[in-house]
């Protein structure tokens, strides 16, 4: 499943395929492109099983090409969606080029759409360089899982490929992308982390000047 909409219930059943979702109108469109992804997070979907198995969002055909999800893209009218979201079922900036690619063609028709990436916020050390620039006029909002208060904390939960560095480029990355995006959101979800946690993480956000969300727990 490459676009698709979100119900509201939990798990599998809570994606639909956009060509199921009905009347699009005020609706988020998620784009799922890959399936990669720094991270190996103790408590990401992709770790069971089942979910490899059953889920919809794992690609099982591969990665779709550029001119595949242009093609989807290309069936439905867009100017009354929400904003379409960057997202799935692994690190969207892992393909950073296709992403700005499908933007650049999508913003010719539709100049304001409004566009949101969600990323464990690693780009930097994956591409080995200050990608942020990049994203100016083309992504409205990232949201990046901050999951923990600290680097320990965080490299415990999410098995980074870049260790112990991982969590002073994540806010790094904010701070950086702060410059070229409007609306940068930091993550965590409430009943996963104690209230005293959030609270060291909406310190954090303050000092680096971004905004933090406190995600609803989805079982
Ligand atoms: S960053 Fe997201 S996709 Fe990657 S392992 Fe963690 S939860 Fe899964």
Redesign the pocket.
């Known amino acids: 499943m490459i676009l698709y909409t979100v119900t509201g219930k939990a798990g599998n059943e809570g994606y639909l395929d956009i060509s199921k979702s009905g009347d699009l109108t005020g609706k988020n469109i998620y784009v799922n492109l890959t399936n990669k992804?720094?991270?190996?997070?103790v408590?990401?979907?992709?770790q069971t099983k089942k979910m490899l198995e059953g889920n919809s969002l794992w690609l099982r055909e591969g990665e779709p090409d550029v001119e595949t999800v242009l093609d989807l893209f290309g069936q439905y009218d867009l100017s009354i969606i929400n904003e379409i979201v960057f997202c799935g079922?692994?690190?969207p900036l892992e393909r950073l080029d296709d992403i700005c690619i499908i933007i650049d063609s999508l913003k010719k028709q539709y100049p304001d759409l409004k566009v949101r990436v969600n990323t464990?916020g690693l780009a930097n050390l994956i591409y080995e360089k200050d990608v942020t620039p990049i994203l100016k006029d083309r992504v409205n909002t990232i949201s990046i899982?901050l999951n923990a208060p600290d680097e320990k904390e965080f490299l415990e939960l999410?098995r980074s490929r870049f260790g112990i560095r991982s969590y002073e480029a994540l806010k790094e990355f904010a701070v950086l992308a702060k410059r070229y995006v409007p609306n940068v959101v930091m993550t965590v979800v409430e009943k996963v982390m104690p209230e005293e946690k959030i609270e060291k993480c909406r310190k954090i956000c303050e000092d680096l000047g971004v905004t933090l969300r406190v995600r609803e727990f989805e079982d």
């Open positions: 992804c720094p991270c190996n997070c408590f990401c979907l992709r079922f692994g690190e464990i899982s999410t």
